[in-house]
């Protein structure tokens, strides 16, 4: 189905409509918000550097030095580039998902120079001189860290697609409050959705995580 653009954005891609896409939606937000550099390189089948280079100077691929999970990367990437694209489809680094890509989810979170980010929305080019951490970066499976121990002491998944989400954003509290109270743990994993409903375990497992029992279930409830 073709889409109608408005006319600034078909001025700028010499296109008065595009092909609509799963992602045309989030990406009209994204645009009304300014970021046509991102949705011209996600929706647009135009990556011939020229256009770029004319276009969208920041989207021309550009070498961007990454440190992720404490390795050093020199990726080719227009700056523009979200840094989850480039830890999924560069590095190969998989914890992060992909939900929203509007920063309103919190799938793709991972913790940067220790605070939580959402990387669907971070430039890759705003992430030089800084330190990725990426779920993969925690624990390996024979030394899992406490936090990823207590999830699955928890049992705190089903479908388990928010859970990179919960797990770095309760790392990034941890790292900055080794002994949280519920109800900071509850403030901080508040903006990050779970679609199937797990978050008492989810709450539960950041308790023990921070050494804290979990409250009783009417106080439970109380707070839900
Ligand atoms: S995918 Fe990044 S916040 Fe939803
Ligand atoms: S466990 Fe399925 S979305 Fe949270």
């Not at 937000?29 to 647009?44: M, N």
């Not at 990556?47 to 990367?73: E, Q």
């Amino acid at each position: 189905m073709k889409v109608q653009l408005p006319p600034a954005i078909a001025r700028l891609l010499g296109s008065a409509t595009i092909r609509r896409s799963q992602n045309w939606r989030g990406c009209r937000k994204i645009i009304s918000a300014t970021s046509l550099h991102v949705c011209t390189q996600t929706l647009f089948s135009r990556t011939d550097d020229a256009f770029f280079a004319t276009w969208c100077p920041r989207m021309t691929p550009d070498t961007i030095r990454l440190t992720v999970n404490g390795k050093v990367h020199d990726i080719a990437v227009a700056p523009a580039t979200p840094l989850l694209y480039v830890l999924r489809n560069d590095l190969e680094l998989n914890g992060a998902k992909f939900g929203c890509g509007l920063g309103e989810c919190g799938a793709c979170t991972v913790v940067i120079d220790g605070v939580a980010a959402r990387s669907c929305v971070v430039p890759v080019g705003s992430c030089t001189q800084r330190h990725i951490t990426t779920l993969e970066g925690l624990g390996t499976r024979e030394r899992l860290d406490p936090l990823q121990a207590a999830f699955i002491e928890n049992q705190a998944a089903q479908c388990g697609y928010c859970l990179n989400g919960m797990i770095m954003t309760a790392k990034a509290l941890l790292l900055r409050n080794a002994h949280p109270s519920e109800r900071e743990i509850r403030e901080a994993l508040r903006y990050n959705l779970c679609r199937c409903g797990t978050h008492v375990e989810i709450i539960n497992a950041v308790m023990a995580a921070a050494g804290r029992q979990p409250s009783s279930g009417s106080d439970r409830d109380a707070a839900i």
